[in-house]
């Protein structure tokens, strides 16, 4: 068997692994859908496109809490009109040497501009309400070379199947996607596509085919060859239909950005608020449609009328129906319906779905009570954040940390990147990592609850045994507690002054104040000096004569 055959076989054994693995997520992922985003469509991809979606739901609570926190997420994390990282070294101390901090403060501007003309913001917020429904969202990172830009693609859930590493990393993704024949013979060599395919590109252009995308870590691969084919992930496109290869190749770093909202130890995908709150969301779904219809009957209710009556009953406004018999009248049906006691019941479903949502935080200041003073905001936003801890973290180091990893590594080898080569100073120490600080006003409010907490409560009981003895002050170094509370703020790094200029400038302000200081007491003497000889002029010379015999020498 030809070696391009074996491969693809082996990538279609490998996907119907990855599918066994998933399918027992569809059925909740399924309910997930039809209550908490039905715009996202079909999981199993059996319905046929341009369906309806949502004639499920009769309360549409999730719905809009979910995007709320996809809004939120991404104006309090990622937002384009803030500054939302930084790079920092790992080592600290590297940070003071000049040309490293200026190569930094470059670096970053080279990935603010690869963001800036991608399509990374508005692909961020599908993003963020997969992860928040689903639990697992999936972007694939690719370099549009054509256009000399990067480009950020949000992939359906229904289309990834993926795997760990032994660390609990996802490192492998299976795409099944559909394009069209003309598609296909665009991105792919039309002499390794099947004959449907080539005869579908000549006839029936827009007819689609099956492809599955495989990203992978290479088992073996030469790290001195710099092709393609020896990269540390490979990348395989596989034709279903057939099972032939299509294409063959690789990435430095894996080109997929995973993040799973919540996850178990002994689980491959993620949890989310939307499986945390699905027995309330479908509680509340069955409420509001049991509700529903008893508002309808409460305006619209079923009429007793008698038999004699009937096909004679007009019950449209203004409908006059004549009877002979007093008594015998039309008359709603009383059916005990107490509506208070259930909407009450579906504001506490509600209010339960809004709290595994965090709405709570994300409408803080609208739903505030009373107005609050800027230190109870920052406090009360600090509170809150803490509370989203696990789930930034993840974020983190799941998505945001490798996706700047990606773009970093596509500018590095990009010929027309502004990323400047990395400064000499930094192979002197044998090379150091670059961690990403993240600035966006959630992360500052976890950073200033647990960075400066400490300080600003130590300093504030100090504060009274420092004026009572000011000695203590010189316990504590204050140059670090002023560098810890404006790094935990979010003061520019090029904003704060290296500490061997800071020394330098306070060695030339005491110089200063030494000269000023001389000047001064030369002064002085010499303005005593004229009144020491104004007064031995006014006694002639004896006080002059009276200082030389108590000193013992001859004044001139």
Same mark, same amino acid.
């Given at each position: 068997?030809?070696?391009?055959?074996?491969?693809?076989?082996?990538?279609?054994?490998?996907?119907?692994?990855?599918?066994?693995?998933?399918?027992?997520?569809?059925?909740?992922?399924?309910?997930?859908?039809?209550?908490?985003?039905?715009?996202?469509?079909?999981?199993?991809?059996?319905?046929?496109?341009?369906?309806?979606?949502?004639?499920?739901?009769?309360?549409?609570?999730?719905?809009?809490?979910?995007?709320?926190?996809?809004?939120?997420?991404?104006?309090?994390?990622?937002?384009?009109?803030?500054?939302?990282?930084?790079?920092?070294?790992?080592?600290?101390?590297?940070?003071?040497?000049?040309?490293?901090?200026?190569?930094? *403060?470059?670096?970053?501007?080279?990935?603010?501009?690869?963001?800036? +003309?991608?399509?990374?913001?508005?692909?961020?917020?599908?993003?963020?309400?997969?992860?928040?429904?689903?639990?697992?969202?999936?972007?694939?990172?690719?370099?549009?070379?054509?256009?000399?830009?990067?480009?950020?693609?949000?992939?359906?859930?229904?289309?990834?199947?993926?795997?760990?590493?032994?660390?609990?990393?996802?490192?492998?993704?299976?795409?099944?996607?559909?394009?069209?024949?003309?598609?296909?013979?665009?991105?792919?060599?039309?002499?390794?596509?099947?004959?449907?395919?080539?005869?579908?590109?000549?006839?029936?252009?827009?007819?689609?085919?099956?492809?599955?995308?495989?990203?992978?870590?290479?088992?073996?691969?030469?790290?001195?060859?710099?092709?393609?084919?020896?990269?540390?992930?490979?990348?395989?496109?596989?034709?279903?239909?057939?099972?032939?290869?299509?294409?063959?190749?690789?990435?430095?770093?894996?080109?997929?950005?995973?993040? +799973?909202?919540?996850?178990?130890?002994?689980?491959?995908?993620?949890?989310?608020?939307?499986?945390?709150?699905?027995?309330?969301?479908?509680?509340?779904? *069955?409420?509001?449609?049991?509700?529903?219809?008893?508002?309808?009957?409460?305006?619209?209710?079923?009429?007793?009328?008698?038999?004699?009556?009937?096909?004679?009953?007009?019950?449209?406004?203004?409908?006059?129906?004549?009877?002979?018999?007093?008594?015998?009248?039309?008359?709603?049906?009383?059916?005990?319906?107490?509506?208070?006691?259930?909407?009450?019941?579906?504001?506490?479903?509600?209010?339960?779905?809004?709290?595994?949502?965090?709405?709570?935080?994300?409408?803080?200041?609208?739903?505030?009570?009373?107005?609050?003073?800027?230190?109870?905001?920052?406090?009360?936003?600090?509170?809150?954040?803490?509370?989203?801890?696990?789930?930034?973290?993840?974020?983190?180091?799941?998505?945001?940390?490798?996706?700047?990893? +990606?773009?970093?590594?596509?500018?590095?080898?990009?010929?027309?990147?502004?990323?400047?080569?990395?400064?000499?100073?930094?192979?002197?120490?044998?090379?150091?990592?670059?961690?990403?600080?993240?600035?966006?006003?959630?992360?500052?409010?976890?950073? +200033?609850?647990?960075?400066?907490?400490?300080?600003?409560?130590?300093?504030?009981?100090?504060?009274?045994?420092?004026?009572?003895?000011?000695?203590?002050?010189?316990?504590?170094?204050?140059?670090?507690?002023?560098?810890?509370?404006?790094?935990?703020?979010?003061?520019?790094?090029?904003?704060?002054?290296?500490?061997?200029?800071?020394?330098?400038?306070?060695?030339?302000?005491?110089?200063?104040?030494?000269?000023?200081?001389?000047?001064?007491?030369?002064?002085?003497?010499?303005?005593?000096?004229?009144?020491?000889?104004?007064?031995?002029?006014?006694?002639?010379?004896?006080?002059?004569?009276?200082?030389?015999?108590?000193?013992?020498?001859?004044?001139?």
């Amino acid at each position: 068997m030809p070696e391009e055959n074996r491969t693809a076989k082996d990538i279609m054994l490998r996907l119907k692994q990855l599918e066994d693995i998933r399918r027992p997520w569809e059925g909740m992922w399924e309910e997930i859908i039809d209550y908490v985003i039905p715009r996202l469509g079909d999981i199993r991809g059996s319905q046929e496109k341009g369906q309806k979606h949502g004639q499920k739901v009769y309360d549409g609570t999730a719905i809009t809490a979910l995007e709320l926190l996809a809004d939120g997420f991404h104006g309090y994390l990622v937002s384009p009109s803030m500054q939302w990282f930084r790079l920092r070294m790992a080592n600290r101390l590297l940070e003071e040497i000049p040309a490293v901090k200026e190569w930094l *403060q470059e670096a970053e501007k080279a990935l603010y501009s690869a963001f800036q +003309r991608s399509n990374f913001y508005e692909a961020m917020s599908q993003y963020f309400l997969d992860g928040g429904s689903i639990g697992t969202a999936a972007m694939y990172i690719e370099e549009d070379i054509r256009n000399d830009r990067i480009v950020f693609s949000t992939r359906h859930p229904k289309e990834c199947f993926i795997a760990e590493d032994s660390y609990g990393n996802i490192d492998t993704l299976f795409r099944k996607f559909k394009i069209t024949a003309k598609q296909a013979k665009e991105r792919f060599d039309l002499e390794k596509l099947s004959d449907n395919i080539k005869r579908a590109a000549e006839n029936a252009p827009y007819e689609e085919f099956e492809f599955i995308h495989a990203v992978f870590p290479r088992d073996e691969y030469d790290e001195a060859k710099k092709d393609n084919l020896n990269k540390p992930f490979a990348s395989v496109y596989v034709q279903a239909d057939g099972q032939r290869l299509a294409s063959e190749s690789g990435y430095n770093t894996f080109p997929y950005s995973v993040w +799973r909202w919540r996850k178990h130890s002994n689980e491959t995908y993620g949890r989310s608020p939307a499986s945390d709150a699905l027995v309330d969301i479908l509680g509340l779904n *069955q409420m509001s449609k049991t509700l529903l219809g008893a508002a309808q009957n409460a305006v619209d209710p079923p009429m007793n009328v008698p038999a004699e009556q009937k096909g004679k009953v007009r019950l449209v406004p203004h409908g006059i129906n004549y009877y002979e018999e007093t008594g015998r009248m039309i008359f709603p049906v009383n059916q005990g319906i107490n509506y208070p006691v259930g909407v009450d019941r579906e504001e506490k479903k509600k209010q339960a779905i809004e709290k595994h949502f965090k709405v709570d935080f994300f409408l803080m200041l609208a739903n505030a009570q009373r107005q609050m003073t800027a230190t109870e905001i920052v406090e009360r936003m600090g509170e809150k954040a803490a509370v989203l801890g696990t789930t930034i973290g993840r974020l983190n180091s799941e998505c945001l940390n490798p996706l700047i990893d +990606r773009i970093f590594d596509i500018e590095l080898n990009k010929t027309t990147s502004s990323l400047q080569p990395v400064p000499d100073e930094l192979y002197k120490y044998g090379g150091e990592s670059i961690e990403v600080d993240y600035l966006g006003p959630l992360a500052q409010a976890q950073k +200033r609850l647990f960075k400066t907490q400490g300080v600003l409560s130590s300093l504030e009981r100090i504060v009274p045994i420092i004026q009572a003895n000011p000695q203590t002050a010189d316990i504590i170094d204050w140059d670090t507690v002023v560098r810890e509370v404006l790094d935990a703020y979010g003061m520019p790094q090029k904003a704060i002054r290296p500490e061997e200029m800071v020394k330098a400038l306070r060695e030339q302000k005491m110089q200063e104040q030494q000269a000023m200081m001389m000047q001064k007491s030369m002064g002085e003497a010499a303005e005593g000096a004229k009144k020491l000889a104004e007064a031995d002029k006014a006694s002639d010379g004896k006080l002059s004569k009276l200082l030389e015999e108590q000193m013992g020498v001859k004044l001139q």
